[in-house]
């Protein structure tokens, strides 16, 4: 069975910087795409950053693009997300996401994963 385990949210303010880690186990954590959601109140769950098997390959909302980061060590079956430049429109529960297609890109549909974490709440006061 895999498990996700999402780390390091907090208040931050406006502008400022976290990161979030997300500790897996369970199967080969470098053989399958990984990404990561958010959900705010009273909205859908959104893609924020999706990263192949490899990690060669990653890819972003245009909401977060060139503000956060999706990097993962395949050694320590870890997966992150730099966050940068936060904005009070990014507080939300934070999702880490595992996807049952090894070898593959991965996508940014939230049905095209098939393990998630129990969220980390990240909050950007103004």
């Known amino acids: 069975q895999v498990q996700l385990l999402e780390s390091g949210g907090g208040l931050v303010q406006a502008g400022g910087s976290l990161r979030l880690s997300c500790a897996a186990s369970?199967?080969?954590?470098?053989?399958?795409?990984m990404g990561w959601f958010r959900q705010a109140p009273g909205k859908e769950r959104e893609f924020v950053a999706g990263?192949?098997?490899?990690?060669?390959?990653?890819y972003y909302a245009d909401s977060v693009k060139d503000r956060f980061a999706i990097s993962r060590d395949n050694a320590e079956s870890t997966l992150y997300l730099w966050m940068n430049s936060l904005k009070p429109e990014d507080t939300a529960a934070y999702y880490c996401?595992?996807?049952?297609?090894?070898?593959?890109?991965?996508?940014?549909?939230?049905?095209?994963?098939?393990?998630w974490g129990q969220g980390t709440q990240v909050t950007v006061s103004s």
């Open positions: 996401a595992a996807s049952n297609s090894a070898y593959s890109r991965g996508t940014s549909r939230s049905t095209d994963y098939d393990y």
């Open positions: 369970g199967r080969t954590f470098g053989s399958y795409p």
């Open positions: 990263i192949s098997w490899s990690g060669h390959s990653t």
